[in-house]
Every structure is written in structure tokens, then in C-alpha cells.
């Protein structure tokens, strides 16, 4: 299996634009309604994480369900909601269980990790493309 996705052209401050790897994930919610979100592909990123609103559509009750946890990046700590049990995802032919994190706010964008999901795939970025193969 080989997935694909053209890198998205984006407007930047600095740069005039940037090209930035997205790709296309399906997520399954608790209640098993399957939900595509366009992801930034993190190979930065220990595991999958999610603006807040997410949450609530893929049934996921932050309280309830997930562990608080702090995260450090660029913009400094963060509180991440930890859905350990993990959502089922599917990313061209493959179906994995990952955990997945809910940021405490929902100006970010969606960012694809490595934890439990892109380990699976030999990973490329080329000529503004990434491709994903297992």
C-alpha cells in the first residue's frame, strides 16, 4: 500500500509562502461514525494530537476519557488531554489504534505523530509530496 498527498501552499510572514506535507486520515469515534481530518505530517511530533474541538466529534468526553497531561513545544507548555484507550485511524489501507492527544485549545492545527501510527510506514517527503508505504 502507498498513499500519497501533494504538500499544501501556504501563505507565510516571513518566507511569501511555505509548502507544508499534509495528509488525509480518517478517524473513528467512539461511536464508530468515521470522521476525515486533513492532517500536518509531525515527524517532530511524539504522538497524534488534535485541536479541542475534535473531541467532541469523534465522542471522546476530555474529562472522562483522557489523562491531563503537559506538553513543551515551540509555543511553550500546553495541557493535552490523553485519549490512551485510542481511536481507530485509517490511512490509505491501513487500520491502526492510536493514542491521541486534545490540545486545551483549537488554533492549531491537527498534527499526525509518530507513537503507534507513522512508525508503521517507511515515511517520504519528496519534491512536495509525502508518501506513506508499508
Not at 470522521?35 to 468526553?61: F, H, N, Q
Not at 495541557?79 to 490512551?84: E, Q
Not at 491521541?100 to 517527503?125: A, S, W, Y
Request: overall charge positive; some cysteine.
Amino acid at each position: 500500500m502507498k498513499a500519497t498527498f501533494k504538500f499544501q501552499k501556504l501563505a507565510s510572514e516571513l518566507f511569501g509562502y511555505v509548502y507544508r506535507p499534509y495528509a488525509d486520515v480518517i478517524f473513528y469515534g467512539k461511536n464508530g461514525k468515521a470522521r476525515k481530518i486533513t492532517m500536518l505530517v509531525d515527524t517532530g511530533a511524539d504522538y497524534t494530537l488534535l485541536p479541542r474541538r475534535e473531541a467532541a466529534l469523534l465522542s471522546v468526553d476530555l474529562n472522562q476519557d483522557c489523562k491531563i497531561h503537559t506538553t513543551y513545544g515551540v509555543g511553550g507548555p500546553k495541557t493535552v488531554y490523553l485519549y490512551l484507550q485510542g481511536l481507530q485511524v485509517e490511512l490509505g489501507e491501513v487500520k491502526a489504534k492510536v493514542p491521541v492527544g486534545f490540545l486545551d485549545e483549537n488554533d492549531i492545527p491537527p498534527l499526525l505523530g509518530r507513537h503507534q501510527f507513522m512508525e508503521l510506514f517507511k515515511t517520504c517527503f519528496d519534491k512536495h509530496v509525502v508518501s506513506f508505504e508499508n
